[in-house]
């Protein structure tokens, strides 16, 4: 009885029951490791949506202030396309905007001392009297104390940028106008350059899916001929 105890006492694991023991390690490794790369994909993508998210809301903040310190401007004259599918000028009477259609678009370029040759994105500048409307150049030669880049955290930029004027009061002097503007966090590879930009679906890229986001922001802003004075 005593030799049987110390027989079993002894007695190691089977070639079998060390396989059976690593394939569960493994497969708990491996359910461990995707469920991180699944988090991981998870957080990545929030952080980009909310990247373009947080950018839209300081854009409308900023172009609603803008235009309602206005007096009510010709969307026709004052909204200037070299090609729309490349960028565009919105001047509003004191401040102007430019911008670039996709990050690597090189329509609009600084000039001067200020990051020369360096594309735009979306630009705003102190601009009185809209001259920069009225100029057919494409270098954006201003005093950089003047400017301010609105999308410069990241690779944001404009895909699509649209305006038009919905009422027009002359007995009221005031103006509403409807904007829509979309805005992407994405390499330019990413995205699908249509009539409405998207992300490209998994089939066709999916290496940048966890840092692909675009969005479209439609707002209202109403200028008054009081504004400004």
């Known amino acids: 009885m005593i030799q049987h105890r110390n027989h079993m006492r002894n007695r190691g694991f089977t070639i ?6 690593m394939a569960f390690v493994s497969l708990l490794l491996l359910s461990i490791a995707i469920t991180v790369m699944q988090v991981g994909a998870i957080y990545n993508k929030g952080v980009t949506l909310k990247s373009v998210n947080q950018a839209g809301r300081i854009i409308i ?14 969307v026709g004259r004052a909204t200037t396309y070299s090609s729309q599918d490349r960028g565009g000028r919105l001047c509003t009477g004191t401040y102007s ?7 690597y678009e090189d329509l609009y370029k600084y000039s001067g001392s200020s990051n020369p040759g360096k594309p735009i994105r979306l630009l705003k500048i102190k601009d009185n ?8 150049s494409s270098n954006i030669n201003f005093d950089s104390a003047k400017m301010t880049e609105l999308l410069s955290v990241g690779d944001l930029a404009v895909q699509d940028f ?16 409807n904007i829509e503007i979309t805005i992407s966090n ?3 590879a990413a995205i699908i350059e249509t009539v409405s930009p998207q992300c490209k679906p998994p089939s066709q890229d999916a290496t940048y ?9 439609v707002f209202t802003a109403q200028a008054d001929d009081k504004g400004g004075r």
């Open 16 to 21: 079998i029951e060390l396989m059976l023991a």
């Open 61 to 74: 903040t900023d172009m609603k202030r803008t235009i309602g310190d206005s007096q009510v401007f010709d």
């Open 97 to 103: 905007y430019i911008w670039n259609i996709g990050r």
């Open 129 to 136: 009297g809209g001259q920069s409307c009225i100029s057919t």
């Open 162 to 177: 649209r305006i038009n004027g919905l009422t027009n009061d002359a007995a009221t002097g005031r103006a509403l106008y």
């Open 186 to 188: 994405a390499e330019t």
């Open 209 to 217: 899916q966890n840092y692909c986001a675009v969005n479209k922001f």
